[in-house]
Every structure is written in structure tokens, then in C-alpha cells.
Nanobody
Framework: QVQLVESGGGLVQPGGSLTLSCAVSGFSLDSYAIGWFRQAPRKEREGIAC????????RYAASVRGRFTASRDLAKNMVYLELNAVNPEDTAVYYCATDKVVFCVWPPIYDYRGQGTQVTVSS
């Protein structure tokens, strides 16, 4: 059974950093791509990052490129999203997800997802 569980969200000051984690079970990370998307209040879901199941290569939305970094640990079956230089516009619930496809399909707003983790950027 595919299961994804996010953690690591919280309150962070503008300009600060935070690392989100995604614990994956039911499949190995070299089988499926993992996407990250977020949803802010009164805004549409935004796909922000994807890490390929083939080789761990990554792709980012323009809004986060250069600030966010996706990575994976195959041994732990964990995926991470490092958030740097955050700003209030990054406030949202963040989800990791998969569509059970090995390649990244853009936008990475996939059907199998966790419950999300809240990130709030505020001073």
C-alpha cells in the first residue's frame, strides 16, 4: 500500500530555512517519481518540485528554483525538501505525492499524497 507522510513544517522567519521530510512506504524511491506541491489559502495548488525515480534528477518551479532543494535517501526511503530564503508567499500546506510513474510529470500535483505539513513564514 502506497503511503506518504510529511513532517517538518512549522513557523519560520522570512529569510530563514526549513527542511521538510516525506517518509515513503509501499514502494521504493527508484520505482516512482516524488513530487512536492503546496496549497496556500485562497490559492490554487502549485507544483513546486519533483525528483525522478530513475536517477534522482530534479525539476523546480520558477517560484522556488534556486531557493528550494529536493533530495532523497534511497536507504531510508525518505524524500526531503529544503526550503531556503523563505518569504511570506511560501506560506502554505506542503504535500509530497506520487502518481506511480517513474518520470516526473509536470506539474507534480499527484494523486497519492500525504496529509501535508504546514509551513508559515512570518516574523
Amino acid at each position: 500500500q502506497v503511503q506518504l507522510v510529511e513532517s517538518g513544517g512549522g513557523l519560520v522567519q522570512p529569510g530563514g530555512s526549513l527542511t521538510l521530510s516525506c517518509a515513503v512506504s509501499g514502494f521504493s524511491l527508484d520505482s516512482y517519481a516524488i513530487g512536492w506541491f503546496r496549497q496556500a489559502p485562497r490559492k490554487e495548488r502549485e507544483g513546486i518540485a519533483c525528483i525522478s525515480g530513475v536517477d534522482g534528477s530534479t525539476r523546480y518551479a520558477a517560484s522556488v528554483r534556486g531557493r528550494f532543494t529536493a533530495s532523497r535517501d534511497l536507504a531510508k526511503n525518505m524524500v526531503y525538501l529544503e526550503l531556503n530564503a523563505v518569504n511570506p508567499e511560501d506560506t502554505a500546506v506542503y504535500y509530497c505525492a506520487t502518481d506511480k510513474v517513474v518520470f516526473c510529470v509536470w506539474p507534480p500535483i499527484y494523486d497519492y499524497r500525504g496529509q501535508g505539513t504546514q509551513v508559515t513564514v512570518s516574523s
